[in-house]
C-alpha cells in the first residue's frame, strides 16, 4: 500500500523495468515481478519495459489511490505534501543536450531529435516534466518528449494541460493535438 508524499508501488507490466532507489550508487536494478514499494524520488527506467505506478491521495485513511502506467522513457518519481496529491514525474533526457549543436546550426532533424520521453495513461493526478514544460492530466493517454527545439506534448485520448516554462503560460491540448513549448 502507497504513503502519500513517502512511497509509491511499482508493478512491472511488461518487458524489462529498471529502477534507482534514491542515495543509490550502484546504477539500475531490475525491477521484480509483483508489486513492490519504493520511496518517492527513486528513479524508473521504462525504454524497454511498461510499469504501473499506483499512489495515495492526502486524506483521512483508507487512501484514495492513482494509478497510472508508463513506458518509454526514465524518470524520477517526485510528490510533494503541498501538491494536493500530483504525482510528477520528471523526464531524465538520454541524450547530452550538446548532440543539439548551436542553434544557428541546428538543422529541422536536429531540432526533432529526442532526448527524453515518456508515454503514459493514467487516471488521477500525474504531471510529466520535461526542460521546457510540464503535462497535467487527470486520466488520459499522452507523451512529452524533451527536444533540442523545446518540449513537445501528445495527447492521444483526454485532455492535458500543459504549463509552458519560457513563456509562464498554460495551454490546454486536447486528443489529437500537441504542443511545443520552444527552448528559445
Known amino acids: 500500500m502507497p504513503t502519500f508524499a513517502k512511497t509509491v508501488v511499482l508493478t512491472p507490466i511488461s518487458g524489462k523495468v529498471l ?4 542515495g543509490g ?5 531490475a525491477l521484480n515481478y509483483g508489486p ?4 518517492v524520488g527513486t528513479m524508473v527506467d521504462t525504454t524497454a ?3 504501473r505506478l499506483t499512489s495515495a491521495d492526502p486524506g483521512p485513511p483508507p487512501a484514495k489511490l492513482q494509478t497510472g502506467q508508463f513506458f518509454r522513457g526514465i524518470f524520477r518519481i517526485e510528490q510533494s505534501r503541498t501538491a494536493g496529491g500530483l504525482v510528477n514525474l520528471v523526464i531524465r533526457d538520454n541524450l547530452r543536450r550538446s548532440v543539439c549543436g548551436t542553434s544557428a546550426a541546428r538543422s529541422a532533424a536536429v531540432n526533432r531529435r529526442v532526448l527524453g520521453l515518456l508515454r ?3 487516471k488521477g493526478r500525474f504531471r510529466t516534466a520535461g526542460r521546457f514544460a ?6 488520459t493517454d499522452w507523451g512529452v518528449r524533451d527536444r533540442c527545439d523545446g518540449t513537445l506534448t501528445v495527447v492521444r485520448r483526454g485532455v492535458v494541460v ?5 513563456l509562464h503560460k498554460t495551454v ?12 528559445s
Open 19 to 22: 529502477i534507482r532507489l534514491p
Open 25 to 29: 550508487r550502484h546504477g539500475f536494478a
Open 36 to 39: 513492490t514499494t519504493v520511496p
Open 49 to 51: 519495459g511498461r510499469v
Open 120 to 122: 503514459g495513461t493514467a
Open 134 to 139: 510540464a503535462a497535467t492530466v487527470r486520466g
Open 162 to 166: 500543459v504549463r509552458d516554462f519560457r
Open 172 to 183: 490546454t491540448v486536447r486528443a489529437g493535438q500537441t504542443y511545443l513549448a520552444k527552448a
